[in-house]
């Protein structure tokens, strides 16, 4: 398959065209467009490109304000809440950013809490910047019904990532990004573009029998949690902190139907910051490379966003590989 090269840059402002045509505010294409070609650079291929027609579905049928005005709300010492306003949840975290940071340095701690949003992105561009300033950051976020909680016989859950960065004393940070289903939804779908079977343990059918077939999971099926009961408690978790605590709805509770093609969840993210310049006798950075040495001594040769920064080096030094399809499809979505 033919293929192209596109800068960083390049992509962003592609990106940024589509939004804008598919009506976001200017603020809000900038914000999105960097967020997805980060996933696209760093080969995070079921975060990247793959997602724009779900936002631009999720915009054209008007399921999600492209347009809305985040508002801030400084709720306690440690604590602010977001309310997206049925925009994207990006845009809140933006517009709390300073905040947010500021209220980490002074109080050691804080959280911002997101409501009536839409996320339909990995979780990491939104809080690897803030390990790169020396805070430990977690992140969760609920999705849409997509996942059975363990003994039962229905989806609940979505399949509720959950995040986290720290800081190290040698320059990239540790990071991961998990859903807690079997896996995320979006390498079921491209598992069934490819004609490709999913691993046992991965989900039902819509009659709760198990199946590798992505297509009989996404065609009334649903996933299963990592982990046995395990995952299901992690995703249960996700839920009370990303729906119950934040103001957002459950998986569960929103209803797209009268949106065709809509993809977007309309939920809730928490995000926390702990200040790790407070950290013990030893700065944390420090102790951090202690525990990557031993596991390094174990036998570990491959670290929690290792590949992703290995994957943005070789972007930003050859350019991001598109196929010529991807890319005519990309300039087709920008001009109409």
């Given amino acids: 398959m033919d293929q192209s090269r596109i800068s960083f840059a390049e992509l962003v402002a592609l990106l940024e065209a589509i939004f804008l045509r598919f009506g976001t505010s200017r603020q809000t294409a900038a914000i999105l467009a960097d967020n997805c070609a980060r996933c696209e650079r760093d080969g995070a291929k079921s975060h990247g490109i793959f997602r724009m027609k779900g936002y631009t579905d999720s915009l054209a049928t008007g399921w999600v304000d492209g347009m809305a005005q985040p508002v801030l709300e400084d709720a306690a010492a440690g604590f602010l809440r977001a309310d997206a306003q049925n ?15 500021e209220k980490t340095r002074t109080n050691g701690i804080a959280l911002l809490a997101i409501r009536n949003s839409h996320h339909l992105s990995a979780l990491w561009p939104d809080f690897e910047p ?57 390498d079921v779908q491209i598992a069934a573009r490819q004609g490709r079977q999913l691993p046992p343990g991965s989900g039902v059918d819509s009659k709760g029998n198990p199946t590798t ?98 994957k943005r080096k070789e972007s930003d030094a050859t350019g991001i590989a598109l196929t010529t399809d991807e890319l005519s499809w990309l300039e087709g979505l920008a001009k109409g």
Avoid at 87 to 99: M, S, T
Avoid at 141 to 154: E, I, L, R, Y
Wanted: proline share 6%.
């Fill in 87 to 101: 925009g994207f949840a990006q845009p809140a975290l933006a517009l709390a950013r300073e905040d947010l940071v």
């Fill in 130 to 186: 803030f390990a790169e300033e020396g805070f430990i950051a977690l992140s969760m976020v609920n999705s849409f019904a997509c996942t059975v909680p363990h003994g039962g016989q229905s989806a609940v859950f979505g399949t509720n990532p959950i995040a986290f960065a720290a800081p190290t004393s040698s320059g990239d940070p540790i990071v991961f990004d998990m859903a807690t289903s079997s896996m995320a939804n979006g």
């Fill in 213 to 310: 077939d992505p297509n009989a999971v996404l065609d009334g099926g649903a996933l299963l949690p990592f982990g046995g009961h395990k995952g299901s408690s992690i995703s249960m978790m996700i839920e009370l902190l990303s729906a119950a605590l934040t103001g957002g709805n459950y998986s569960f509770e929103f209803d797209w139907s009268g949106h065709p093609g809509a993809a977007t969840p309309h939920t809730g993210q928490l995000i926390i910051l702990i200040n790790a310049a407070l950290a013990g006798a030893a700065p944390f950075g420090v102790r951090a490379e202690t525990l990557i040495d031993e596991m390094k001594s174990a036998g570990v040769t491959r670290f929690p966003g290792q590949h992703r920064f290995a």
